[in-house]
């Protein structure tokens, strides 16, 4: 493939083995993977940008589902509020540290972004044994000031998503964007329900399914598709 082209790589918003830091092999076996993705998915709903961050969510995680039965559904400000997000040099606030570890770091640092999980912070551990909380909502309550003009990324703890919304609905705080995608069997689906009643920015999907891989993948669809518009 002729990489210096910009319309063999247009499709996807992926840019360039040089601009992903990545060597042509690599770059060619994730452009390969696309194309099994396109071709197995085929017809779909989602917008170009929806489906940017709904294809390399299901890249990450090899499941197919997230386009289909746990579809990952978009307030319809979600992209344009992550971008204004983006350019503000916003933080991104995570649930999990390995949310937090899967944040593409190239792409943090183009943009002057800065990641941040407090969940194993020593005091809220202390704070949780002693109250009727669990860390991942106090380290939500942590977050706050961060969170508020923020992004918030939940990708496993259902009462951390539960606690934000709790803090939006109180005024408390006022994020640019809320990812919500907690996975497992107890309050992720309802949670996640919640979510999609507000009317404020979110990604979120049906269902069960959810977590880290999928989380971070989101934020890294979107900052790459940021960057693909605004330098190339």
């Given amino acids: 493939m002729d990489y210096s082209n910009p319309d063999s790589q247009k499709k996807y918003h992926i840019g360039n083995p040089i ?75 995570t649930d999990v540290e390995m949310v937090l570890h899967g944040l593409n770091k190239q792409s943090l640092s183009k943009l002057g972004l800065e990641g941040v999980c407090l969940i194993n912070e020593p005091r809220l551990k202390d704070m949780a044994k002693t109250s009727d909380k669990t860390r991942s909502e106090l380290a939500m309550q942590a977050s706050s000031e961060k969170i508020d003009q923020g992004i918030v990324i939940i990708g496993n703890a259902p009462t951390a998503l539960y606690e934000v919304i709790s803090m939006m609905k109180a005024k408390k705080i006022n994020p640019f964007l809320v990812i919500g995608i907690p996975v497992g069997f107890v309050s992720a689906v309802e949670s996640k329900e919640e979510l999609s009643k507000i009317d404020s920015p979110y990604i979120t999907n049906i269902g069960r399914k959810g977590g880290s891989s999928a989380a971070s993948s989101i934020i890294n669809s979107l900052m790459l598709l940021y960057i693909s518009k605004k330098y190339q």
Avoid at 22 to 42: H, L, V, Y
Avoid at 47 to 57: A, L, Y
Avoid at 63 to 77: P, T
């Fill in 19 to 93: 601009s992903r830091d990545m060597s042509n092999r690599a770059f060619n076996i994730e452009k390969q993977s696309f194309d099994i993705i396109e071709s197995e998915i085929g017809n779909h709903d989602y917008s170009e940008n929806e489906w940017t961050i709904v294809r390399r969510v299901i890249h990450a995680t090899a499941d197919f589902d997230f386009a289909r039965s746990n579809k990952i559904l978009f307030h319809k400000r979600s992209i344009d509020s992550a971008f204004k997000a983006f350019e503000r040099g916003c933080y991104i606030v």
